[in-house]
């Protein structure tokens, strides 16, 4: 992304998605459950997506809504599966998310 795309970003409710292949965008920001948010693609597809409970910065949420065992792309890369269902805007962290890498 370029810088003067991020810059449209700046003081906005916003979040990246970081590969075209990812199912989660990251919060550039603390977000608000109800909180409207900017979703910004690589290439300057741009977005809205409601986070439907707080997301703090830094942290991921999905741009669809995601079954359990379903994979968690980040980076254009699966980090994980899904514990339980989660709709689009559900805060994803470890509480319902797991990776089992190296488990089989």
């Known amino acids: ?16 998605v970081l590969d075209q292949k990812d199912n989660v965008a990251v919060a550039l920001s603390d977000l608000a459950a109800g909180d409207s948010c900017l979703v910004a693609e690589d290439g300057g597809k741009k977005y809205s997506v409601t986070v439907i409970e ?36 559900g805060w994803i962290h470890n509480h319902n998310m797991y990776c089992d890498r190296g488990m089989k």
């Open 1 to 16: 992304m370029s810088e003067k795309e991020m810059s449209t970003l700046t003081g906005t409710k916003s979040a990246l």
């Open 54 to 89: 707080a997301v703090p910065f830094g942290h991921k949420f999905a741009l669809a809504a995601l079954a359990p065992d379903a994979p968690v792309y980040k980076y254009g890369e699966e980090i994980g599966k899904m514990k339980v269902a989660i709709g689009r805007g």
